[in-house]
């Protein structure tokens, strides 16, 4: 049972994280084309380091394959919360918002990708302390 929920959060963790870092990819990939039409019409378009003030923001519309990424993140927030316990679960909530924020131009893409390393590496520790765990388990039950 406990490899079973062991592996079940590698697999939540890895699609979060996966969502992620294709919605940051989305955002990325929208803006550069955005400044290239820019570009070729000879209008220069603001720099995307600079960060809008939040009145802007509101303004922003998503494209909606980019709300649907980030509903799934949400909802995988909340499983996350479930079997991952609180701690994670605040890191993904975090990482979940600095991707929001990002494609509302009130990140920036460093930001997202901060967030991504710090989340990571608080799952991979989760689940390597469990897979310890388990081990110890199993060889203890062994003998």
């Known amino acids: 049972m406990a490899k079973a929920l062991l592996d079940e959060k590698r697999v939540l963790y890895a699609r979060l994280l996966s969502l992620a870092d294709s919605a940051r990819n ?4 929208e803006r550069k084309q955005k400044a290239a039409l820019f570009q070729l019409i000879g209008h220069d378009e603001p720099d995307d380091d600079d960060i809008q003030l939040e009145g802007e923001a509101a303004d922003v519309e998503l494209p909606p394959d980019l709300l649907e990424l980030l509903a799934e993140m949400s909802g ?3 499983q996350i919360m479930i079997l ?5 679960a605040r890191k993904a909530g975090d990482l979940y918002a600095v991707v929001r924020d990002y494609a509302r131009r009130e990140a920036k893409e460093r930001d997202v990708v901060a967030a991504l390393v710090a989340v990571g590496d608080a799952m991979h520790l989760d689940v390597s302390r469990r897979t310890a765990d388990t081990r110890l388990d199993l060889h203890t039950a062994d003998q």
């Open 26 to 29: 989305k955002v990325s990939f």
């Open 76 to 78: 995988l927030c909340v």
């Open 84 to 88: 991952g316990g609180p701690e994670i």
